[in-house]
Every structure is written in C-alpha cells, then in structure tokens.
C-alpha cells in the first residue's frame, strides 16, 4: 500500500519499469537524426521557393510528455492497482488471532472493521488456516483456535460496548494462548483510543511475543471522536470536544436536544492540525439550556460522542433578598456582594431591587424560584408569609442567614426557622461570652456537607443560639467545638429551610472568606428543584430506592426509552415491572395463536359454579382472570353448545354434541373479531 492512500498493487514488481522512463526520454530525443549540412551554390536559388511542408529537427516536448505518461500508464495498469487492497499476512501457514477494540471507540467505524475482518478471515480460509477472535472487552474469555466459518459466525455475533475497556486485563488469557499455540500470528484491529492504560498493554504484549511481528491495523477511518466536561456557566454552557488522532483540520457540530429528542440548538468546534481537543458553546437562555438532556456530535454514532446531562448540569436560578438599606454606600461590605461572589460560578443570581423586603418576596416566588436567600431578614409577615409557606411545601429551598435583625425578631412569631430561636443572640465578650471564637468542627452524617474537608481557619464570633430541644440533634447540618449549631435544617412539605446562624458577611464570622462557604451553597444548590430536595443526604441514602433507569445509553450512540408499552429485551433496552393492573390483567393473555376453547371452557366453569351456589338469576359475572372479550365469546360459545345439544336431544343435529363443539370453534377461527366485543 501507499502512504495515506488505500491503494495497492497486485504485481507491485512490475513498477520497476518506471526505471526505463529515462532511457525512453533519450530514445525519442534521437529519432528523427538531426540532418547534414552542405555548402552549395545553386541551392540559392531555391531559398525563393515557399516549401508547402516542414519536418522538425527534434520531437516537439509536449509529445515527448504524451508519450512518457502514456508509458507510465501502461506500467501501471501492467501492475495491477487495487483500491483499498485487503490486508496481507506475514505468513501463509500459521493461524491467525485477530484482536478487536470493541469499546465505544471502534462503535462508529465498526462495519469497515468488521469488513476488514472479514477479508482476514477469508484469506486465512483460503490458505487453510485457523482464526481465534480476541474481543478485548472480554477478558474473562478463554482464547482457541476455530475454523473460519465458526470464526465468521462469532464476529457477527460481537457488538461494541458503550464503555471503556482496560486491554491489559487480556493480557492473561493472550498469555496462555500463545503458550498453547507459539506460532500463531497476531493482527490487532485497534482503535487508536488511549485514555492511560494503553502503554502497559503494548509493553506487555511486547514481552509475550518475545521478538515475534505483530501486524497493527489503524488509521484510513476517521479518527473517534468524544464530549467531556459539560459546564453551564453564567453565560453560556460549553462542552469540550476530543479526538484520537491529529495531522488534520477539522470541523463538525454539536447539538442539544432535550428529553424528547427535539433540538434545541447547535454549536460548532474546529480542530487545527496539531489539536486534539477543542471546546463548543451553546449561547441560549439559562432556561432553555437548563431543558438541554442530552450533547452529541453530528453524525457520530459512538455512545463516548454523547453526554447526557440531568439536573445536576441545570443552572439553577436563586432570589437573593437583603434586609440590609446600605447595599449602594457599602456594596463591598453587604451580604449581598459575598453570597453573588459564591453563587455566580454554579447559578443564576437574581438579586432584589432594593424595595420592601415583603415585595421582593412577593416577585420573586412569581417567578416560582426552585430557591430564595432570606440574608438578614426578619420575620416575614402579611401575604408574602403565606405564599412563602406554600412555596417551600410545594417544593421550594429557603435558606436563610442570621443578623441582628433577624436575632432581635420575635423567635415564636416566626415559624420560617427550622429550630426555635434565642432571642438576642451570642457574641464575644457579651452576657453568654466566649473566651475566644469557635472553631467549625464537624458536618452532620445526615446532612449534605458529609464528607467535606472541615476547614480550620473558620472562627465565629457572635451567632444566634437555638433553643436545644429532642430535634435538635437531627436537624443540625454543621458545628461549632462548642458543640452549638452553625446550620440546621428542616424539611416542610416538599421543600427544605435551611438556617445559617451567622451572618452572610464578615461581621460575625470570616466563613464567607472560605472555600468552604462556596461549597456549602453548591451542595444547598444541588438540592433545589428536586421533590426530594428536602431529605437529608444520610438519611436519604438508608431510604433510597432503586428504580429501573428511563434510558440507557448504547454503545452506538442511541439511547433506549423503557417504557412498558414496549417489552423489547436487548443490550440497550431494559424491562421495566409492571404495575399491579397491567399484572392483574396480563395473566389473562395468551400467545396470539392460542385457542379460544380456553375462554369457552372457563366461562362454562364459571357459570356452573355460580349456579352451583345459587348465584340470584343465576346471572354470569365477570371473572377477573378472563380478558372481556373471551369471556364474552365464551359466553356465546356456551349457548351454542346448548343449543345443539338440545337439537341433538330432539333428532334434528348430529348425534354427538362435541363434534359440533368442534365445528364451532373452527368457524371461530375464520371468523373476524367484532368490534362490539372489544
């Protein structure tokens, strides 16, 4: 084969006659000879004679070429050029084992993978040789030698799977194949992926053979392509794009569709020669990119050209409200510039207006936010108290931040805290004193912030105490060495309130200057907009249920919906259960070819045992086990069985009443079901 062109040739020595082009140049420089010439007087005369036809001392360059090229051609159409030639073996006696990357990967390429494959097969059957199918992705798999045929058979069978595989986890049952068979020849039909572990396959593999060729069969496809690290950002949501392989400029488009499969717009990326990773931005609104389920590449049909996102990729929009008045004279010093500054990089930050606390409220739960911060705000009375009641059970995320008016509010007028509240509050150097400030300690087993790293520069100088109760305990997300509550939480209804002690700014506590304080509002985020936003993580986790998952990713890139109106089983497509009438009513069903002497049969039990017990009017009930239909059709093939063993009894049928049974249910058969019995 050429370099970077799937050509070959069949009888590739017969191109060593381009060697004479040269000599042929010179030939056809020669002929015609250049002519002599003689000094003669008379011949003066003739110079005045207009000659009708002139014969060039030398062959004109243009046919020279013509005549070269056509040369060349005739050398190259002798040797026999093949496009895309199949794939040649070192030898003609050993059998062969082909290794196959069977991993998303090789899913969008995988017919031209078969199909070389399948040249490979054809010639080993040929030559009379034995083929082994290696699937990396199977490692578990003991390897041997098969016939052609079988080898063929078994490759159809083989689908790429829609993860990642490790090819050094092969290497022990390709170990003790080669120690069974030595002279068998490899071929690795590779994909050209390497996410890491790609170096310890081939060094292994390497020191099985010992010295002996491998055949490595890549490159002439497009190279795969992937998606990773979708990020919705404030401004736009971007989604990075990689490839295998470089040497090339690229381009293509990534679209975003929603649960329904409709598109929702389209980003494009471009890959220079030497790139292998770009990135593309989809510039919508945060509500229709929050409606965006699933990424893909144009015309990649490869599941690691997919990424499906769910509610944790949604960019949830908060309302932040304030009771302080000193937002424009102070903007850096306000609650509101550090929780903007911590919420901006995970959601969108609605800040209020700078009107009434209540009216804020108000507008805000118009809008119906999945969350709203309440930074020192005390209580919240009149009909905006009521809405925001109703909004946290139907679902909604209250958190709210401590501050001096918040502690000087009346604790059992306000029922929007998740513990009862000490009025005044606790402060350094005050009536309920600390020594020095309080160190943050621990995160609740049961809360959100389990399994954060407790930071140990946070100290706090003034909170606001609860009053310890049973409950307490476990509704306490976070606290402090002393044993005191910095957050707590309760769920109301759907929803989840959720009490900072302190405040949102530097005034009582420098958490707001931690790393810490980012992620324990990302974790808070997270929660909002799910029915089970309010239940602690710990708890949560005890309680959970495992539910058959909606959509399965395949390894071509098409996603299965499980739904029970469709009972297919396959690699990609789940059974989901049944619900309790779909399999009260299900028992009843038969195979389409099931004979309708079953329904006759039941509905005659069924209406001798009700006469049996003396049922009134001996009326025919329904029978929970029989589908409505057969039952009626059961019905109607008891009353002409009873009418033709009373024309039996008087001498006008046949003698025996079953035969006519048996007429019955043939002409049944033929009959169309009528529409009314349905």
């Known amino acids: 084969m050429i370099a970077g062109l799937p050509l070959g040739f069949a009888q590739p020595l017969v191109l060593l006659g381009l060697l004479a082009l040269p000599a042929l140049w010179w030939l056809l420089r020669l002929i015609p000879p250049r002519p002599r010439q003689i000094a003669f007087p008379p011949t003066r005369l003739l110079f005045d004679i207009a000659p009708r036809e002139e014969t060039p001392a030398r062959t004109p360059w243009w046919l020279t070429l013509l005549r070269l090229a056509l040369a060349a051609l005739m050398i190259f159409a002798v040797a026999g050029p093949l496009w895309n030639p199949p794939l040649a073996t070192a030898t003609k006696a050993a059998p062969i084992a082909l290794l196959l990357d069977d991993a998303w990967g090789a899913a969008a390429t995988w017919d031209i993978r078969l199909r070389t494959a399948d040249e490979l097969i054809a010639r080993a059957e040929a030559d009379g040789r034995g083929v082994a199918i290696v699937p990396l992705s199977e490692p578990g798999r003991d390897i041997s030698l098969e016939t052609p045929g079988a080898a063929r058979v078994r490759l159809r069978q083989i689908r790429p799977k829609p993860h990642t595989l490790d090819r050094a986890e092969a290497l022990g049952s390709i170990a003790r194949f080669l120690q069974a068979t030595p002279q068998v020849e490899l071929i690795w039909l590779t994909d050209g992926v390497d996410l890491g572990n790609g170096e310890a396959f081939v060094s292994g593999l390497a020191r099985l053979l010992d010295g002996r060729p491998i055949t490595v069969v890549a490159g002439g496809i497009k190279p795969a392509h992937a998606l990773a690290a979708a990020d919705n950002a404030a ?43 770009t990135a593309a931005q989809f510039d919508l609104p945060v509500e229709i990119r929050n409606d965006i389920a699933r990424l893909e590449i144009a015309a990649e049909r490869s599941s690691g050209a997919v990424q499906l996102l769910d509610k944790r990729w949604r960019r ?18 306000d609650a509101v510039y550090y929780l903007s500054r911590a919420l901006n990089p995970f959601a969108d930050v609605r800040v209020a207006e700078g009107r009434a606390p209540a009216r804020e409220i108000e507008r805000f739960l118009e809008q119906n936010l999945p969350m709203l911060i309440l930074a020192d705000v005390g209580n919240v009375v009149g009909g905006a108290r009521d809405q925001l009641i109703r909004w946290v059970e139907d679902g909604g995320v209250l958190v709210r931040f401590a501050g001096p008016r918040l502690a000087a509010a009346e604790a059992d007028d306000d029922d929007l805290v998740p513990v009862k509240l000490r009025r005044g509050g606790r402060t350094l150097g005050g009536s309920l004193t600390w020594e020095k400030p309080q160190q943050l300690t621990a995160f609740s087993r049961e809360g959100p912030f389990f399994g954060m790293p407790v930071p140990g520069d946070v100290a706090v100088t003034r909170q606001v105490l609860a009053e310890p109760d049973s409950d307490l305990g476990d509704r306490t997300w976070a606290t402090l060495a002393d044993g005191t509550p910095l957050v707590t939480a309760v769920r109301r209804g759907k929803g989840l309130i959720v009490l900072f002690h302190v405040t949102a700014d530097t005034r009582w506590s420098n958490l707001p200057l931690s790393g810490t304080f980012v992620d324990m509002l990302k974790r808070i985020v997270g929660l909002a907009g799910s029915t089970a936003a309010a239940e602690p993580e710990g708890r949560a986790a005890r309680t959970r249920e495992v539910v058959p998952p909606t959509r399965v990713l395949r390894a071509a890139g098409a996603d299965g919906l499980c739904r029970a109106r469709n009972r297919r089983s396959s690699a990609g497509l789940l059974r989901p259960a049944r619900s309790a009438a779909r399999r009260q009513h299900a028992g009843c069903r038969r195979s389409a070819g099931a004979d309708r002497s079953f329904a006759a049969r039941r509905a005659d039990r069924t209406v001798s045992a009700q006469r049996a017990q003396g049922s009134p009017g001996h009326r025919v009930r329904y029978c929970a086990r029989v589908a409505p239909d057969r039952f009626a ?23 025996h009443p079953l035969w006519y049974r048996g007429r019955e249910r043939a002409r049944d058969r033929q009959q169309p079901r009528r529409s009314g019995l349905r």
Do not use: I
């Open 235 to 277: 401004g736009a949501l971007s989604v990075q794009v990689l490839r295998a392989a470089t040497g090339a400029p690229e381009a293509g488009l990534v679209r975003a569709l929603d649960l329904k499969g409709l598109p929702l717009g389209d980003a494009r990326f471009e890959f220079k020669p030497e790139e292998r990773q």
């Open 316 to 333: 949830r929009s908060v309302g932040l409200v304030s009771g302080a008045t000193s937002e424009t004279a102070q903007p850096l010093l």
């Open 633 to 655: 059709r059961g019905v109607l093939a008891r009353r002409r069985l009873a009418s033709a063993r009373a024309a039996a009894a008087r001498g006008r049928g046949h003698a």
